[in-house]
């Protein structure tokens, strides 16, 4: 267990705000995503918080070595940039996923998790730097939030995150902003809460759901060892259960759950609104302690939201994502999955920021950091103009299909499956579309809720 004296301090975390992070994401608005943050500011910030080893590692020294310009700039390019890449550790874990690397997929999904959770504190003005924990409050002032002093080094950068996202969940200042942050078909999580349970306040809800979806941080900031097992462990003869035919459903699950064409039972969206809606009806008592009569009234006004806003067949089954992500702490599919969840609650807040900070992703405002990223990993050339943003899901579509005839024929083998997926008569690896799961970053976003 972490020592106590590493915490982080409560009642200066509380001071953190999203109002300065705002203003200066506003500030990017007409520049270039180079211009964010110019390599030289880059590689001063960096000197301080990025460098391991270096002798200016303590929060006292931070003020004197950058003006609090320089850190608002970092903090409000993180929260986009953590996204990003977010999506880019958990494409590759689909990856090692489809290629029968489970260690290498169980690393890169706990640190996909790591980069939702660093972005969605970003977006709040919390910075994490590998010891140099900060929050930077409504009048742009920055604030040591560790619990050590000044002078001492902070918690390491997986320690604080957990404890700074635990801290996040209970707060009502940051969860009431959260629940206003995330949009589901066009309707804010706040305005439906508020519908089917009025008068009431969303915190324990997102208190107990980042609880069950970040079961990993938590495990894993404390215990090394069992982090360490994927990472550093020698595992070529020592692989992670992980059934061939379940990691092709799995990857086939994401893929439908991503669709940005479905409004269906499978829609990851749709599946995220009944379990937030599903929380409620379960814990009524436990958490809100309403009386009995008034738990039958709410519980009848959150089926009847659901069944009019997104009717169901009864034969229907439920999407396995939401399932999975139940599963114990270090199962490497139920960590695939948590990642998805907590990568797409990041990019929902993230998406939120840039529309609060006045860009118009649907007039382009978003076109210079979507090439920035998509051109390096080459879902578009640098001459083409991509408007319609949905049309990255045609090479997925297609994979899907073929990857669904994997299942059905049975194939038995690592070898068969990429043997099949590379002689279809397509233009480019099939399994290669099927881990590029930067494209869903790209629609959550650059598309109108």
Known sequence: MPDAQNLLNSSRFRQASQS???ETLACFRNMSVREWLPDEEYTRTGRFLDSHGNSLRKFSDLLNFLRKEEILKVLASSGPCHCLDGWTYFSRSLSSLLIGDSHLA???AYYAQLRAALSLLSCNGIGIFNGINFAANENGEIIHIGERREDRQGPGTHQAVWE??????ELPNFTDQFLEDINFHGKTLKSILDEVFPGSSGAPLVSKVIGEWGIDLEKFSQDHDARNISSYAPHAFNTVRSNLLD???LVHSIWTGLDPYS???????QCLLRC???YISENLNDIYEYEENNMEATRTRIRDYYSTKFPRMDDEE???IIELARNEAGDVHAMICRALVLLRLATGVVHSSFLEAGFDPVKGDLQGLFDTFAIDRGLWTGNQEHEDLVDLWDDVSAALDWLQDCIEKGLDSQYNFIKFMSDQNYSGDLYLYLSQAERACIWGLGLKE
């Open 106 to 108: 169980r690393h890169l």
């Open 20 to 22: 300065r992070i705002i």
């Open 263 to 269: 409004v269906g039972s499978d829609n990851l969206d």
């Open 276 to 278: 937030f809606l599903g």
């Open 318 to 320: 439920d999407f396995p």
């Open 247 to 249: 990691r092709w459903k």
């Open 164 to 169: 700074a996202l635990r801290l996040w969940s």
